[in-house]
């Protein structure tokens, strides 16, 4: 919501918005001119305003949702303003999928940006590389992720998408795996007939997804014995995969069984490996030269909480990141086996009672790749407390798998578990999609 509300003032707009409390986004704003009301009340209001713009996470009973309907008041959610937004762009670039939407955005913006092209840019985390969410170029070209929860992004308009993985996620709108893939071809079926979709040929469905588009279709793949896919205009995979002594990946990449160029990048993991490929292929139909790509991808050193680097207390390492589902801990996890370290402790805040709940044997199964593991409450962000599924559920899954598990009720008792219990050359990852950040950062004296 920041970043669209920076964006439309710069395009001209006359822009309020509210937030329940003060930060650095708001202070942000402020200074850019927008009037940002501390606390959301009706009064906030007023008749003069053309349109309000909610997010899904603002219920009914709130009193600007309320004092909307009653002076009736145009309104319009997120999703459906992006969409809006897209249409005054000539090339408006949507990525989606159940993981990496933020990496895989963030890459395709640096090698825009490195070719030249002056992207516009709307980011769900923050890039300290345009140093924020968004950014705001002159350009036709506009870079957006795509988000599946509530089909929001059925309201998009884009011209090139791309599909990065199809999973069982946010069950709590979703009915099953079938009812996300109907999503995410419905999104498919966005794309105008001169519109590009890139979509990973390793995923499992891929034929629905890709069958009778309206426009053609690139895939791309980390296994590297896969050099086409049916159907596809083009295919890129990556081969001679390496790790260095950061974890850093490097590979050679190929298109339709043809070497290319090899490609370094600064961050961890054969899923960044899997997410970087995508945004070259994207690239590619932009017609921007290999050694651009090579030289945009080597300055991607991550994004805000996504295996990001804290600091170091008493010789442990602090790193952060944000997953929060299973496949996402299993990736993260992995990833850092190749990162220099002895032993390695994840906190883990699960992230909603639906989702723990839904997948508790597979976040165990996820969790177990780390040495030890230390387990917070359950994060609720939109949901109430059904009382049937608990941080100590998840606790008993790893003990009955053999791993060592701790269950602390604050986040106090963890950090002073983490002090007395941590040594020289431990690797410590908070994670979780909620506020488990600050347990690593209060360690650090931030």
Same mark, same amino acid.
């Given at each position: ?26 202070? /942000?704003?402020?200074?850019?001119? +927008? ?9 906030? *209001? ?45 090339? =408006? ?36 590389? !345009?140093?924020?969410? !968004?950014? @705001? ?16 992004? &059925? ?6 998408? !791309? ?6 996620? /946010? ?5 099953? !795996? ?9 999104? =498919? ?8 979709? +890139? ?18 279709? *690139? ?17 890129? /995979?990556? =081969? ?9 990946? /490097?590979?050679? &990449? ?13 961050? #961890?993991? @054969? ?7 995508? =945004?070259?292929? &994207? ?9 651009? #790509?090579?030289?945009?991808? +080597? ?19 602090? +790193? ?57 409450? #359950? ?47 431990? &690797? ?19």
């Amino acid at each position: 919501m920041s970043g669209l509300a920076e964006l439309l003032h710069t395009m001209g707009f006359q822009v309020t918005g509210s937030d329940a409390h003060k930060s650095k986004i708001t202070d /942000h704003l402020e200074a850019l001119g +927008i009037k940002v009301f501390l606390g959301q009340r009706a009064a906030n *209001i007023t008749t003069d305003m053309k349109l309000v713009v909610y997010t899904t996470a603002v219920k009914e009973n709130n009193p600007e949702y309320q004092e909307v309907l009653l002076k009736d008041i145009p309104m319009i959610d997120r999703a459906e303003l992006l969409g809006q937004v897209m249409l005054n762009f000539g090339d =408006a670039i949507a990525v989606a999928g159940t993981h990496g939407k933020t990496t895989t955005t963030s890459m395709i913006s640096l090698i825009l940006m490195e070719a030249g092209l002056d992207p516009t840019i709307s980011l769900g985390g923050i890039l300290d590389n !345009i140093g924020g969410n !968004i950014r @705001i170029g002159k350009s036709e070209h506009f870079i957006t992720e795509a988000c599946e929860y509530t089909n929001s992004f &059925l309201k998009f308009n884009p011209t090139r998408s !791309i599909i990065l993985n199809v999973e069982a996620e /946010h069950l709590d709108f979703f009915k099953d !795996i079938d009812d996300i893939y109907l999503s995410f071809r419905q999104f =498919a079926d966005r794309l105008p007939e001169n519109g590009l979709l +890139i979509v990973n040929g390793e995923i499992e469905n891929l034929s629905y997804l890709t069958k009778d588009l309206a426009c053609p279709f *690139i895939s791309y793949s980390t296994d590297a014995n896969t050099t086409t896919v049916p159907g596809a205009a083009s295919h890129f /995979h990556a =081969a001679n995969i390496t790790y260095d002594e950061f974890g850093y990946g /490097h590979y050679d &990449l190929y298109e339709n069984g043809s070497f290319l160029i090899h490609i370094d990048l600064k961050v #961890i993991g @054969i899923h960044n490996i899997s997410n970087s490929l995508p =945004a070259i292929a &994207l690239a590619r139909s932009l017609n921007i030269p290999l050694e651009t #790509i090579k030289d945009a991808l +080597i300055l991607f050193t991550g994004t805000e909480r996504r295996f990001q680097y804290k600091g170091t207390i008493g010789g442990v390492t602090v +790193i952060d990141d944000y997953a929060h589902h299973p496949t996402e801990v299993t990736a993260t996890l992995t990833a850092a086996k190749n990162y220099p370290h002895k032993t390695t402790w994840c906190v883990f805040q699960p992230h909603t009672y639906t989702r723990t709940k839904a997948f508790l044997t597979e976040f165990a199964k996820a969790l177990s790749l780390a040495d030890k593991v230390v387990l917070a409450d #359950i994060y609720a962000a939109r949901e109430n407390n059904p009382g049937d599924i608990s941080s100590k559920d998840l606790q008993a899954e790893l003990l009955k798998i053999g791993k060592e598990a701790y269950y602390l009720e604050s986040f106090d008792e963890i950090e002073n578990f983490l002090l007395e219990n941590c040594t020289n050359g431990d &690797l410590l990852i908070t994670m979780g999609a909620g506020d488990v950040v600050t347990i690593g950062e209060s360690l650090l004296g931030e």
